[in-house]
């Protein structure tokens, strides 16, 4: 069990309150697609993933980008309780998706990066440090139930 | 690895660290430490206090060493052969890439505060590669 302090609850809330869930997720996906190009092997049925501007302004990239940020959200909801809020979406990363959980991993310093970019400065050093530790524990509990 | 268009892009976003090389490597640094505290362990010699001198002299080292990679990215194995060899066989970073990965990432964060839009896809997607290739030639020599 994670354990979080008030602290790390207060900077995890606070900071998702300001999130526009579908424009963040659509920036995190787009550029886990382009930065780990690799990583598009998930998607051949998005169309044209071409180029970076043709990433971005992909609309399955970002309707899948929201949907997966707003699954993150359950998360933010569930903190004391990660594993069985994505036990389903592990099974499913698993055995239906065929996805390596080292992507979630890459997700997570994505995201980091975009929220960096997007609060500056006032993504303070504290900030990184409890959402490092937030998109590692989704990314662990994804990965929960592989076999 | 890194094409014509990653350099000019890594190129560019380096004139903007110009002049913060000490406020951005300290800032690096000090994000390690918080969010990864095992990489304390290499610095038990070190005052790791929020603006210590040597974090400072430390964080300004490092990114001098980076700004020396970005004018040697043609042959970034050569212009870094003393700094590799120092990592692999005093240093010894362990394991070799993922300590140095940490880094990246928090360097990429400080870049991304400070240039917000302007550290877009394409510059993230160059300045990732970049870094990856410099910790690859840090851990060359490991064995």
């Known amino acids: ?147 | 690895m890194l094409t014509a268009e990653d350099k000019k892009l890594i190129q560019a976003i380096w004139e903007k660290v110009q002049g913060h090389q000490e406020d951005f490597g300290a800032e690096a640094l000090q994000r390690m430490f918080i969010t990864y505290p095992q990489t304390k362990t290499y610095f038990p010699h070190f005052d790791l206090s929020c603006g210590s001198d040597q974090i400072r002299g430390h964080g300004k080292k490092v990114v001098n060493a980076l700004g020396n990679a970005v004018k040697s990215m043609d042959n970034l194995s050569q212009a870094l052969s003393e700094l590799s060899n120092l990592h692999a066989y005093n240093l010894r970073v362990d394991p070799p890439c993922f300590a140095l990965q940490l880094l990246s990432q928090c360097f990429q964060v400080v870049l991304a505060v400070h240039l917000g839009k302007d550290y877009t896809p394409e510059v993230h997607c160059a300045f990732d590669k970049f870094l990856s290739a410099v910790a690859a030639v840090l851990a060359e020599k490991y064995r």
């Open chain 1, 1 to 147: 069990m994670v354990h979080w302090s008030a602290e790390e609850k207060q900077l995890i809330t606070s900071v998702w309150s300001k999130i526009n869930v579908e424009e963040c997720g659509a920036e995190a996906l787009a550029r886990l697609l382009i930065v780990y190009p690799w990583t598009q092997r998930f998607f051949d049925n998005f169309g044209n993933l071409s180029s970076p501007t043709a990433i971005i302004g992909n609309p399955k990239v970002r309707a899948h980008g929201k949907k997966v940020l707003t699954s993150f959200g359950e998360a933010v909801k569930n903190l004391e309780n990660l594993k069985a809020t994505y036990a389903k979406l592990s099974e499913l990363h698993c055995e239906k998706l065929h996805v390596d959980p080292e992507n979630f991993r890459l997700l997570g310093d994505i995201l980091i990066i975009v929220l960096a970019a997007h609060f500056t400065k006032d993504f303070t050093p504290a900030c990184q440090a409890t959402w490092q530790k937030l998109v590692g524990v989704v990314a662990h509990a994804l990965a929960y139930k592989y076999h």
